[in-house]
């Protein structure tokens, strides 16, 4: 079946640098691609997300990239601060499913 | 302003006693979706309604029913918890399905004894 791939399953870093957590997919036909932050005990929240038609898309902080012919994206969070720190799930929506799946999710720590 | 709202936030059950899980929104949104979140996993969609249409995933156990009773609200009925049925049960809405943002309720963490 189709599936979605992310790495890597933590990240640490310190408060300022960058970070990047990549996801690749399975079906070339995938049109839509969120970004879902979810803080301990709180519910995933969609930060940022972006269709097959575009290659970019930035929202002060935090940008998230789409290759389409490697069948990969990736989310970039630059000036990381402690409040980042969170479970990040990345997710594509499939040709022919009507629903998305759902990347294992990467652990980013920000250290002061 | 909880616009998706999960009830209850912690539910302890025994092990092959029926539980059900409780889901509502102001959102007036057309999908609720029911999905289980084991620890340090991604979560994995058990079955969506599009309105009242049903729509279950090939691999979701028969031991897990949902009703929507109407829009606003939807159920997860549990019916012989086991075990490794232990999780956190998140319960999303969203306008449309796929490629619209989903709105996640806080969650009930599911506990079988």
């Known amino acids: 079946g189709e599936n979605v791939e992310q790495h890597p399953s933590t990240l640490s870093v310190q408060e300022g640098d960058s970070a990047v957590i990549k996801c690749t997919y399975s079906d070339s036909a995938s049109n839509y691609f969120p970004w879902y932050k979810q803080e301990l005990g709180k519910r995933p929240q969609l930060i940022i997300d972006?269709?097959?038609?575009?290659g970019e898309k930035k929202d002060q902080r935090i940008a998230v990239t789409l290759n389409k012919t490697a069948k990969h994206f990736s989310l970039h969070i630059t000036e990381t601060q402690p409040e980042d720190s969170a479970v990040y799930f990345c997710a594509a929506k499939f040709s022919g499913y009507s629903t998305l799946t759902f990347g294992k999710g990467t652990m980013l720590l920000v250290s002061p | 302003d909880a616009m998706v709202i999960q009830n209850p936030r912690y539910q302890v059950t025994q092990f092959g006693k029926p539980v059900t899980l409780s889901c509502s929104q102001t959102l007036n949104h057309n999908v609720m979706y029911w999905y289980q979140q084991k620890s340090s996993q991604a979560p994995k969609l058990l079955f969506h309604?599009?309105?009242?249409?049903?729509?279950n995933e090939a691999d979701t156990p028969d031991n897990f029913q949902s009703r929507r009773p109407n829009t606003s609200f939807c159920f997860l009925d549990i019916r012989s918890p086991g075990l490794g049925d232990a999780a956190m049960y998140l319960c999303?809405?969203?306008?449309?399905?796929?490629?619209?943002?989903?709105?996640f309720g806080q969650g009930t963490r599911l506990t079988v004894v």
């Open positions: 972006i269709r097959s038609n575009v």
């Open positions: 309604y599009y309105d009242k249409d049903f729509n």
């Open positions: 999303a809405t969203s306008r449309e399905t796929g490629g619209t943002e989903a709105f």
